[in-house]
């Protein structure tokens, strides 16, 4: 686990935790990295964390299976997998720059979840090969 201050320029710094613990061969580590980085800059956009504070991750592989955690310091609302579709939270239809984040953790993972305890956020993914 590694605690990062909350402004963009450790977004890399995220994914570079990731290869080091997976290595860039490591079948899931596209999908990994990317998730990350998602999950860093949402930190950093909305919660406390780029305010003047932190956010730490923290990387396991077991096997094949990886599981990912990104903490921040909370925010007053809770994360929103808002879609990017068109619809009346999507003026931009489908073309905003923002809002992708929680919708692709949710397509790309085998499992997601988020936590809020003690004033923060926590949101953990697993990423699992496709069985065949």
């Known amino acids: 686990m590694l605690r990062f201050p909350g ?5 890399p710094r995220a994914r570079r935790l990731v290869a080091a613990v997976l290595g ?5 580590y596209d999908d ?6 998602e999950l860093a800059t949402n930190a950093i956009l909305h919660s406390r964390s780029g ?10 592989a077991s096997g094949a299976a990886v599981r990912v ?10 994360p929103c997998a808002c879609r990017t579709t068109g619809d009346r939270r ?26 809020r305890a003690g004033g923060a956020t926590t949101v953990w993914f697993e990423l699992a090969p496709a069985a065949g």
């Open 51 to 60: 305010a003047g504070g932190w956010f730490t991750v923290a990387v396991r």
């Open 7 to 11: 402004v963009p320029s450790q977004v």
């Open 24 to 28: 860039r061969d490591h079948p899931l």
């Open 90 to 115: 999507d003026p931009d239809g489908g073309h905003a720059t923002h809002g992708r984040g929680l919708p692709l953790l949710e397509a790309l993972s085998h499992r997601w979840g988020l936590s």
């Open 69 to 78: 955690w990104v903490a921040d310091a909370g925010s007053d609302e809770p």
């Open 32 to 37: 990994c990295a990317l998730l990350t980085t």
